[in-house]
């Protein structure tokens, strides 16, 4: 064999040799890719990223409800208000405690507050572990009886406020918020205060039902 031929032989070897390689490198590639897909730890990481993301939305937003409450709260409690001028026998005002409407509402937004605040460590604790179960689960729970002990203080309380603004023919209720007008504007500011939080516990149900869905 002369010089000419084994030149074209050794250059075909040497292709052969490095598409092998070049194949096998792809091989270990989509292996190592594979592996890492299949992997449960590689998983269970994606996982845990995105619950403590859910977890941190759901402290955000306690915060918030907590103080829409507590706003409510504060705001019905401290509603009264007398009119400058009186009678002999009598003298005009308005409080919260004169309807019993707005005392329940009080004492259920009270609640309330109350539970959010003692929430708040249980919510921290689902930023710190967010791949623990109990806590969410014990949230969703309490979230679902505050959210409706809320809806009902606030749907009661509105009703009374809406009134007190128009009053009601049929029932002979005289729309009081002409005289009233500080008190009126308290009460509304209360009850519309009690809605956002009604919004956001409903919010933070839906991220604990999501959450532990997904768990």
């Given at each position: 064999m002369n010089r000419s031929d084994?030149?074209?032989?050794?250059?075909?070897h040497a292709e052969s040799s490095y598409?092998?390689?070049?194949?096998?490198?792809?091989?270990?590639?989509?292996?190592?890719?594979?592996?890492?897909?299949?992997d449960p730890k590689h998983d269970h990481n994606k996982g845990a990223?995105?619950?403590?993301?859910?977890a941190v939305l759901d402290f955000i937003l306690r915060l918030g409800a907590t103080a829409a409450a507590l706003g409510a709260t504060v705001t019905m409690a401290s509603s009264e208000q007398t009119l400058p001028f009186f009678t002999q026998f009598f003298q005009f005002s308005a409080g919260y405690d004169d309807m019993p409407t707005f005392t329940f509402f009080v004492?259920?937004?009270?609640?309330?507050?109350?539970?959010l605040v003692l929430s708040l460590p249980f919510s921290i604790v689902s930023v710190v572990r967010p791949k623990l179960v109990a806590p969410r689960l014990l949230l969703l729970i309490f979230?679902?009886?505050?959210?409706?002990?809320?809806?009902?203080?606030?749907?009661?309380?509105?009703?009374?406020v809406y009134l007190a603004?128009?009053?009601?023919?049929?029932a002979n209720w005289l729309a009081i918020c002409q005289q009233f007008t500080d008190f009126c504007q308290q009460t509304s500011g209360a009850v519309v205060s009690a809605f956002v939080a009604v919004v956001m516990f409903t919010v933070l149900i839906l991220l604990s039902?999501?959450?532990?869905?997904?768990?």
């Open positions: 084994s030149a074209p032989m050794i250059s075909t598409s092998r390689r070049k194949a096998a490198h792809k091989d270990e590639a989509y292996h190592v890719m594979r592996v890492l897909a299949a990223g995105w619950k403590k993301g859910v004492i259920a937004m009270a609640i309330v507050s109350g539970y979230d679902t009886v505050a959210l409706t002990l809320n809806t009902s203080a606030a749907a009661a309380a509105a009703a009374i603004h128009n009053g009601s023919s049929d039902a999501v959450a532990l869905r997904k768990a």
